[in-house]
Structure formats: C-alpha cells, structure tokens
C-alpha cells in the first residue's frame, strides 16, 4: 500500500480524491449547467467544484461564490468591467469582495451560468482554476511592484510565471491538483513586507548576497485552527529569474505533492513535513529536485521599513505619474463600484487597477495634471483616501453572511463597531483591527494589532456571538505573530472592551462632545 493510499484508507478528502481527480470537473460544467446544481453528486457540488474555483455556499443555496486568480493583485479596467457584468446581472444577490490574498471573489453566481461566464474570463485573460480546496492559492506581490522608486525587485513577471507553472497557463494542470492541503506563496519585492510574506508556504524576501539582488526563502508558513506558524529560514538565496524561481517553486510543490503527510487534515501543511524531515533534509531534497545548485541563504534579508498601507496619493518612480489608494471599507465591492473604479483607472490612470492584501484598491499611473480631477471623483466620496484612523486599517474575512465555517457575522459588524470607535475616539495612528470569523484564520488576526476571532460564548443562560482578542501581531520589518490575550468577549460588549484596549494601549483620547 502506497502512503497515499494509505492516507485514503483513513480521510474522506483523500478518498474522494483518489477516486476522481478534482480538475475532472472543468470537462463535466456544461453538463452541471443543464441538469442544475440540486443534481449534482454532492461531492462533485460541495468539494470538487472549488477546484476550478466555483464554491456552493451551504448559507445561500444556489447562489455561488466564484475565487478568481489574480497574480500580484493586478487586473485591467476591461477585466473589471467583465467581473462588474458578471456580477451584476445577479442584482442584490451580485457582489464582489476584495480577499486578503489580493484576490477577487464573485457573488451570487448560478451554477447554469458557469460555461458561459468561464468563455468571458477566459477571452478577458482570467482564470479562477485552481483556486480552492488542496491548490495553491492565489499568488502575492507587493501592490506597488513596478511603482515604487524604492522597490528591490519588481515580482510581476516572477507571480505570473509561477501561477502560469502552476495552473498550465490557467488551463489547468493535474499536476499540481491533488495536494495534501491548501497551499500559499508570496514574492515580495518591496522594502516593507506588503504581502506578509512569513505566513506564506513558500515567502521569497528580497536579500543581497555578495552584493547580489535576490531572494531569501521561507518555508512552511500558515494558519490553521489546530496551529499558527511562521515561516522558516530554508537557508537558500536565489537570484530574481524565472526559471530558477519557478524551478524552486515546482520541486516544492512535488515533494509536498509526493511526501507531504495525508493522513490527517489538520496535520497536513507543509511546516508538518518540515517538521518530520527537519530542515536540512529538506532542503537536501529540494535541491536533488531542482536539478541545480541551490545557494545558501544570505546574511540578511531586506525588509527594513514599517509597513505602508498604500492609500493616498504617491508619486511613482516614473516623473509626474501616481498611483492612488482607495480605502474599499472591508473589500465589498457592489457592480456600480466596480465599473466605476474600472472607468475612473481607464480615463485617470492606464486603465489598471491593484488589490491589496488590506483589502483596498489601487489606480496607478495617474499624471500630475489630472490627479485633482481624479480626486473629485464621486467614487473617492465611498473610496476615501482618507478614512478615520480605525476603519483605514480594518480586515474582514467574509463571516456568517456567506461562510458556513462562520462563528460569528465580521464584515459589517467590523465595520459598524470602527465607525463607532473612531466617532468616539482621536486616534495618534492607526491601529490595524483584523476579524476572522473562525479559527481557520482568513482575516489572519495574528498579524493585527487588535486580532478578533469569532466563537460562542454563554451570556445569562443564553449562547451568544463572541471574540477571542489577538494582540501583538506586526508586519513588515521584524514581523511576529499576535497571540491570543482574552477568550470569549461577548460581541455586544466589543465596543465597551475595545474602546478601554484603545485608550490603554494605543494612547486614544475621547472625542470632546462638540457644544451645540
Ligand atoms: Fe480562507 C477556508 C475565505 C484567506 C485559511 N477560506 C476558507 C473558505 C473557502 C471556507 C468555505 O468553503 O466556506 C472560505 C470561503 C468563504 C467565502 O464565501 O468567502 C475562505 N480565505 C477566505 C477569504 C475570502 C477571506 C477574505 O475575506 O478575504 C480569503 C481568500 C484568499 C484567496 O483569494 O484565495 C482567505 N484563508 C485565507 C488565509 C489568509 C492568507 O492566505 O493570507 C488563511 C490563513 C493562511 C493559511 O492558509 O495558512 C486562510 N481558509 C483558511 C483555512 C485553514 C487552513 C488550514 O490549513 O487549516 C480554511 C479551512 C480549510 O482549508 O480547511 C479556509
Ligand atoms: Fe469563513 Fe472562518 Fe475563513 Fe472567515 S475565517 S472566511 S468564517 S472559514
């Protein structure tokens, strides 16, 4: 019996897996669309389907949630305009949210309509294959690659190349589709660790060796409910080109692929095959993978600025051009926004627009000469480049509205409880809050300053929605993971309990009450 196998004889993923490879359904939606999802083989509906990113949402049956692929967080404006169309033929039930891997997600989607919205994506160059289950997860890069005059490597081409290697293209490669688990990679090229690289599977941190422009590489970074790592040294430079990058990335993956432990879901990432080889060996197999000398790591990496948040008006490394970022309050896009953003980046800018890990968007390439028009904009009135100091750095993964892992609603709580605070209280900087409404961790909590994770909690004999405080998480230079400080807050008292956390802590100051 093959580990595999034997893996299948115990876990029901395995299983399914074995018995048919999850791609298998990109040949078989035309056949879904006629006979109509209640048909469906349950498997097929409920797991195989995310393979090619169509995910059935136990919350609004019938009504399907689409993860697209967005390599480096970018898409044009005529790529927008197509997801703002797709979505809004769906009219209430239609939305968009920007992820927390700078990725768009698409709501409302009926199964029936899948063949022909895969014909539009795949005209439009995007693809939404791969996208769930055991793949690799949309790939990240600094939001500013390109831009900014103080970037190390510009990562575009590097993402792109990996998810073409990975995806076959965006035409699917089998290769890649029956991982152990889920599976997250992130080339940062910036000075300020934009992507939170350390929580990736793979991280690619820019490093001089020897006077040398590459990369350091991480390894085994993620979250799960069970347990929260960081990522590891590999001790490996490499230098900023694609074969080599995309070489690493593939021997990876195989040797996760072939070797990564299958039997237990919740021990199935890769840090847990890291931790049963050690990192030498790891490494060792790696290399014997690639085919070619790997470098050892060197001294030191580059990520030595605070993070930045990217709203605002910057000037670009290009004289007299800009980019500007709009605060999208926690990633929730309706079509009208998303038509409109797509618009204002076509005449303003170069017909581009960037995602952010925080959720938020980017219009690059505005000149000098039309950034006031740009910034009168009705659209800048929702997406402000200036929001109050709590909302500006708020994070929410999707919640009870549509996720059935969900322990408690996050998005528009989140959202109500910043603008309360931030009416109440001044604010000497920002304070990045992050919700997650389970313990699988999509909002990462751990890398906020205030983290909250959803759970239930008892209040006079009832059971009620509650939170798990983080704190202590930083990003960009020297970034570590929060921890859990205070179980069970119940959500109605969060207002009372974050406000006393805020003046403590992050030296807020009540509002004085204006006299009328
Ligand atoms: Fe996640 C599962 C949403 C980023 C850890 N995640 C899910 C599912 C698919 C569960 C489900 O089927 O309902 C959620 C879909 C809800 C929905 O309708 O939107 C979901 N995850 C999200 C997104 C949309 C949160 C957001 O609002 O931005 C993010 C999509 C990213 C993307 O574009 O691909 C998202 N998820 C993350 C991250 C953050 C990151 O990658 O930086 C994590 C923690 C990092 C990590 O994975 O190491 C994360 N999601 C999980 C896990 C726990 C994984 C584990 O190893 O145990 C699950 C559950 C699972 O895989 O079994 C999960
Ligand atoms: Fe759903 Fe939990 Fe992920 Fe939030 S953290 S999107 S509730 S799985």
Same mark, same amino acid.
Do not use: K, R, V
């Given at each position: 019996m093959t580990s595999t196998q034997a893996a299948a004889a115990k876990n029901k993923f395995e299983r399914f897996k074995a018995e048919k490879d999850g791609l298998a359904v990109k040949d078989e939606l035309e056949g879904f669309a006629k006979i109509g999802w209640e048909a469906l083989d349950k498997t097929d509906l409920e797991h195989r389907l995310k393979w090619v990113g169509v995910f059935y949402r136990p919350v609004t049956p019938g009504k399907f949630m689409l993860r697209l692929r967005m390599p480096n967080g970018i898409l044009s404006s005529a790529q927008l305009q197509v997801l703002a169309e797709i979505v809004q033929r769906?009219? *209430?039930d239609g939305s968009a949210d920007i992820t927390t891997r700078q990725n768009l997600q698409l709501r409302g989607i009926r199964l029936e309509d899948v063949p022909e919205i895969f014909a539009r994506l795949h005209a439009a160059g995007m693809t939404s294959m791969q996208?769930?289950?055991d793949n690799v997860r949309n790939i990240t890069g600094s939001p500013m690659a390109g831009l900014?005059?103080? *970037?190390? %490597?510009?990562t575009r081409a590097l993402v792109k190349s990996v998810q073409d290697m990975i995806t076959a293209a965006g035409s699917g490669n089998p290769a890649f589709t029956n991982l152990p688990r889920k599976f997250n990679i992130a080339i940062e090229g910036g000075r300020d660790n934009s992507v939170h690289a *350390? %929580?990736?599977d793979i991280a690619f941190v820019p490093a001089y060796k020897d006077g040398r422009l590459g990369f350091n590489v991480l390894v085994g970074g993620f979250f799960s409910a069970k347990r929260c790592a960081a990522a590891v040294p590999m001790d490996v430079w490499v230098p900023p080109k694609e074969d080599i990058v995309v070489s690493l990335c593939r021997a990876i993956l195989l040797a996760y692929r072939d070797n990564g432990l299958r039997a237990n879901r919740q021990k199935a990432r890769l840090m847990w095959l890291i931790d049963e080889w050690g990192i030498e060996k790891f490494r060792a197999e790696i290399e014997g993978a690639c085919g070619f000398a790997l470098e050892t790591a060197a001294p030191e990496d580059e990520i030595c600025w605070e993070k930045r948040d990217c709203l605002g008006v910057h000037a670009q490394k290009q004289p007299g051009l800009n980019y500007v970022g709009l605060h999208v309050p926690v990633g929730r896009l309706q079509a009208q926004d998303m038509f409109e953003l797509a618009q204002v980046a076509e005449v303003y800018g170069s017909s581009e627009v960037r995602l952010t890990v925080e959720q938020n968007a980017i219009v690059p390439n505005i000149p000098d000469d039309r950034l006031e028009s740009f910034l009168s904009e009705p659209l800048l009135e929702r997406?402000? %480049?200036?929001?109050e100091p709590l909302e500006r750095a708020l994070v929410s993964c999707t919640g009870a509205q549509f996720c059935n892992f969900a322990l408690v609603e996050t998005k528009s709580r989140a959202l109500d409880i910043a603008r309360q605070l931030d009416a109440e209280l001044e604010l000497p900087k920002g304070v990045r809050m992050h919700w997650t409404?389970?313990?699988?961790?999509c909002g990462q909590p751990q890398v906020a300053d205030i983290g909250l994770m959803g759970t239930k909690t008892r209040k006079d004999g009832k059971t009620v929605e509650a939170v798990d405080l983080y704190m202590g998480g930083k990003v960009g230079k020297d970034a570590q993971l929060g921890n859990c400080v205070r179980k069970a807050i119940p959500c109605e008292e969060l207002p009372g309990v974050l406000s006393e956390i805020l003046i403590e802590k992050f030296a807020a100051q009540p509002r004085v009450a204006s006299v009328q």
């Open positions: 769906y009219g *209430e996208s769930g289950m900014d005059a103080d *970037e190390l %490597i510009d *350390e %929580i990736n997406f402000s %480049i200036t929001p409404g389970c313990p699988n961790s």
